[in-house]
Nanobody, 118 residues
Framework: QVRLVESGGGLVQAGGSLRLSCAAS????????WGWYRQAPGKQREMVATVTSGGTIDYAESAEGRFTISRHNGKNTMVLEMNSLKPEDTAVYYC????????????WGQGTQVTVSS
């Protein structure tokens, strides 16, 4: 079992920056995908950015050019650097770790609130 804990959310003005961190306790395996997702009130949860154990990165169009995802395999941590924040970035941000090959797993963190004021 893996437990994910996010930190770094908060309130920031539009144009500001925040740094989110995700730390995993427990064993993970190579070949998994780490990612950040977010859910705004009244909206579906959506992918923000993902990174594979091999370093392949994917960003949502809304995050491209403003957010940077990174992971540290040896430390089981992941960071999302968010710059030029907009009010529409306001959401609960979740860390996710999943592996579709045996051993399969799909873990979520409890979420951290990001609020961007205009």
């Amino acid at each position: 079992q893996v437990r994910l804990v996010e930190s770094g959310g908060g309130l920031v003005q539009a144009g500001g920056s925040l740094r989110l961190s995700c730390a995993a306790s427990g064993s993970t395996f190579s070949g998994d995908v780490w990612g950040w997702y977010r859910q705004a009130p009244g909206k579906q949860r959506e992918m923000v950015a993902t990174v594979t154990s091999g370093g392949t990165i994917d960003y949502a169009e809304s995050a491209e050019g403003r957010f940077t995802i990174s992971r540290h395999n040896g430390k089981n941590t992941m960071v999302l650097e968010m710059n030029s924040l907009k009010p529409e970035d306001t959401a609960v941000y979740y860390c996710r770790v999943r592996r579709k090959y045996i051993p399969k797993y799909d873990y979520w963190g409890q979420g951290t609130q990001v609020t961007v004021s205009s």
